[in-house]
């Protein structure tokens, strides 16, 4: 029982720190969260009840399939490249219901979170609220616990003209 409350503050930990960095803009620390093999998904709604499924042959509102795409879209942003993302919106991370849903023997967990999140559009000047559950597969590395996938369920119906990763 200690064991898995152990990983479970450790695991809660990473989700914590994941909302702040990208409260705080520190995308160097968020990125680092991340392995380099991650997956990150956030697939869209088919209907009422079914989400997409298969991110290679179906829309997603955001899919990558390693770190080297979250850190191209990262770039973007710095390099002001996104017109979409220029202002940049400012964001509040809430985050709760934690669960662990799965512990590996093998320096593997699994944990669902809701979240929402405030975001400020500097430029409409617009407040908008996102919500929605996470599923992250965590992974030890050496002494840290890293994000291996992160799928994302949105749970809005209509979102505000732009959507992306910081927001989510």
Known sequence: MAEASALFSAG?????????YLDERRWDDWLAL???DC????PTWLD???LTDDPRVQLSHIYYNNRAGL?????RIRTRKSPASSPLRRTTHMLGNFLLTHAAEAGQMTLRASW???VYDPHRQRSDVLF??????????GERWLIARRRTTLQNDT???MVDFYCL
């Open 159 to 161: 979102l505000p003209a």
């Open 116 to 118: 929402t999140c405030h």
């Open 12 to 20: 809660k930990e990473v989700l914590v720190r994941e909302a702040a």
């Open 34 to 36: 991340y392995t380099p």
């Open 39 to 42: 997956e990150y998904w956030v």
């Open 71 to 75: 850190e191209d879209r990262v770039a």
């Open 132 to 141: 929605g559950h996470s599923s992250y597969g965590l992974r030890a590395e």
């Open 48 to 50: 009422e009840d079914k």
